[in-house]
Structures are given as structure tokens and as C-alpha cells.
């Protein structure tokens, strides 16, 4: 099963400072056939101002990725961690018993873009924490494993059963992704354009997978971005 979640269908907060487009249901929107899929809860396609963000707020019980595109976001948080996040970079923020933090664009004259992703962990109340890595060169021309529940081949660790990858093709290329039987898989589409299994893909739009052995990727005319979940029914 394939089902493609359209890029123009998705939810949409404009703030002025802030244009987010939301995949699952999300602070005003609400949408009960798009409450999330498997343990992702949240995917955000966030565009900020310069020198505007996100003020201190809290979370607890998620685990919380962040992936810039472009320009340069400044993180900081109630446990001591900060840090300015630029394409490339996968920060991963465990909220557990809760922490409170900020995102900001880290530019005065640049707009910063990224993707704010939410999965659901396996357990509540753990200790808060954080982690970053970049994987700016890893990526090219192959689906990189960069957050995996046991932290293999280099990834961050996430507290929740799924793997994320991530790929930037060049025109033409292609990568593969096989799927273990019983685990399901969401793909989003974060620049240009794929063709997944016949199925074309444009930018900004998310698919389902599921019951699939296997999904085959490949750019179009131009370079293209995604991130591929592997995840718990």
C-alpha cells in the first residue's frame, strides 16, 4: 500500500514570522484521517523569519527531531544544551519527564528552513536529552541511517522503534530501502522531486508505505531530498 499525502493538502499556520505547513494534525489543525502514522506523531515543514523563532516553551514524554534545509537555526533548552543546527545537521531532543527550549532563526537577514519532526516513544518519563551529529556528505547518492533506536552505524538514538533515513539524489540516481515483513514506512519529500515505486512525488509531499517489501527512489530532473521512516506498525 502506497498513499500519497499531497503537499497542498496539508495544514497551514501563517504567522507572518512563521509559514508552517503540517502533515498530521497540529495545534489548530485537525484533520481525524491524519492523526499521525505508526509511532510519527508530527512532521512540520517550517519556514522562518529572520531573527524570529519559537520563545521558551516545554514538552515532555516525545522524542523530537529537528533537520534544517536552509539557513541556520539556534536551539537552546532548559538542560543546559545550545547549539545553532545548519543543513546536514540531525538534532535529536528527548523530552521524557520535560524539558523547556527555544528555536530561533539564528540569521538576521536570512530565512531559516526546516523540518520539525515528533515520534512517539516507547516509554514515558525518562530522563531528558539531547543530540546532534551532522551527516552533511553521507547522504548523497544513498539513504544514510541517522537516528535508529539502538544508535547503530553512527545514528542518533532515538527512544522509539524507528529508523530514519535520509538522501540527497542527484538527477537520475537512485536508492533502495527494503522493509522487514510487518513494519511500515512514511517517505517525505523535503526538495524537488521522486518517482517511488512508479509513483511521483513533489516536493513537500509525504507516502505511506505499508505491506511493501521494498521501496525504489529515484530523482527526477533535479536534485532531491527526502527522509524515509522505518517503523512499527
Same mark, same amino acid.
Do not use: C
Given at each position: 500500500?502506497?498513499?500519497?499525502r ?7 499556520a ?15 489543525y ?5 492523526? =499521525? ?23 515532555r ?65 525518562i ?44 538527477? =537520475? ?18 526538495r ?42
Amino acid at each position: 500500500m502506497l498513499q500519497i499525502r499531497k503537499a497542498g493538502e496539508r495544514g497551514r499556520a501563517d504567522f507572518g514570522w512563521l509559514d508552517s505547513r503540517h502533515t498530521f494534525s497540529f495545534g489548530e489543525y485537525y484533520d481525524p484521517a491524519f492523526m =499521525g502514522f505508526g509511532p510519527l506523531r508530527v512532521i512540520n515543514d517550517d519556514r522562518v523569519a529572520p531573527g524570529r523563532g519559537f520563545d521558551t516553551h516545554g514538552h515532555r514524554d516525545m522524542e523530537i527531531i529537528s533537520y534544517v534545509l536552509e539557513g541556520a537555526l539556534a536551539h537552546k533548552d532548559s538542560i543546559g544544551t545550545g547549539s545553532t543546527i545548519a543543513p546536514g545537521d540531525v538534532q535529536r531532543m528527548s523530552a521524557g519527564t520535560g524539558v523547556r527550549h527555544s528555536e530561533f532563526n539564528a540569521s538576521a537577514s536570512e530565512p531559516v528552513h526546516f523540518l520539525q519532526i515528533w515520534l512517539l516513544p516507547d516509554a514515558q518519563g525518562i530522563e531528558p536529552s539531547y543530540e546532534q551529529k551532522s551527516f552533511a556528505q553521507e547522504r548523497e547518492d544513498a539513504l544514510r541511517l541517522v537516528a535508529s533506536r539502538d544508535a547503530r552505524e553512527g545514528s542518533l538514538k532515538v527512544h522509539s522503534n524507528a529508523d530514519l533515513y535520509a538522501t540527497i539524489l542527484s538527477p =537520475g540516481a537512485k536508492a533502495r530501502h527494503a522493509f522487514a515483513p510487518g513494519r511500515i514506512g512514511w517517505l517525505q519529500v523535503a526538495r524537488g522531486a521522486l518517482e517511488v515505486n512508479g509513483v511521483k512525488l513533489e516536493e513537500g509531499d509525504g507516502l505511506a508505505i505499508a505491506d511493501e517489501a521494498q521501496i525504489s527512489l529515484k530523482a527526477l530532473d533535479a536534485e532531491a531530498e527526502a527522509l524515509v521512516f522505518d517503523m512499527e506498525r
